[in-house]
């Protein structure tokens, strides 16, 4: 148990749905991270929120939205996603100020888009 | 850009024998961080052990050790004593801070560990 917690843990959609992802932290952190794991492929980051504002977004399709009502919660809002979207959704939080700290992960969504 | 490469896509080790994964990396920023996540089946990522780029000595984690060797740019995950649970994917990772102060981590592609009885 690292301290954030993601729901739902999986999650099938189609193509024309709605669906949010969330990602809770009780460790007190002011950044949290959304990645994607694609099979056999590295981590990507996808999103990087620091005391609530948005400081990141690494290039990614305007189907995947971010929010950050506070520094305990960050959600990935999803809409009209494609089966190539179909991976797992890590949430991370990281203690300590940029370039000093270490990123804790929650266990992930796992997304099927069909 | 960092870069972390990771040349073995899976390692067998014979249960209470001692494991090396391989870790190289590549940067130009003199400062940095390096770390090793393990991811079982079920998906989370679980951060095992840091290295900071001045730190003196390896770091160490109960059974969990990292061979940092600077001039080489490699940072080796040496698991002891292995045991049927550290079966996984390992992951080896560097800080990028970018313009800004925004921090990212840079991941390699993983090592699948499979511990054998």
């Known amino acids: 148990e690292t301290g954030v917690t993601q729901t739902p843990r999986h999650l099938v959609m189609g193509m024309t749905n709605k669906k949010s992802l969330k990602c809770e932290q009780h460790l007190g952190h002011n950044a949290m991270y959304w990645y994607k794991q694609s099979a056999k492929k590295p981590l990507e980051l996808m999103f990087v929120y620091n005391f609530k504002e948005q400081t990141e977004n690494n290039s990614v399709p305007s189907r995947f939205s971010p929010e950050c009502p506070n520094s305990s919660h960050l959600f990935l809002h999803l809409h009209t996603l494609q089966p190539e979207d179909s991976a797992l959704y890590l949430c991370?939080?990281?203690?300590?100020?940029?370039?000093?700290?270490?990123?804790?992960f929650g266990a992930g969504t796992r997304l099927s888009v069909l | 850009a960092q870069k972390i490469t990771q040349t073995q896509p899976g390692m067998f080790v014979q249960e209470k024998e001692a494991v090396t994964l391989d870790c190289t990396y590549d940067?130009?920023?003199?400062?940095?961080?390096l770390f090793w996540y393990k991811q079982p089946s079920s998906g989370e990522m679980i951060f095992l052990i840091y290295q900071g780029s001045y730190d003196q000595q390896n770091a160490t984690e109960g059974r969990y050790s990292l061979n940092f060797q600077k001039a080489r740019k490699s940072a080796n995950l040496v698991i002891s004593a292995s045991q049927l649970g550290d079966s996984a994917m390992y992951f080896c990772?560097?800080?990028?801070?970018?313009?800004?102060?925004?921090?990212?981590?840079?991941f390699g592609k993983g090592t699948k560990l499979t511990v054998n009885p």
């Open positions: 991370a939080s990281r203690s300590g100020a940029s370039g000093t700290g270490i990123q804790y």
């Open positions: 990772a560097m800080r990028e801070v970018r313009q800004g102060g925004s921090e990212k981590l840079v």
């Open positions: 940067t130009s920023d003199p400062s940095y961080g």
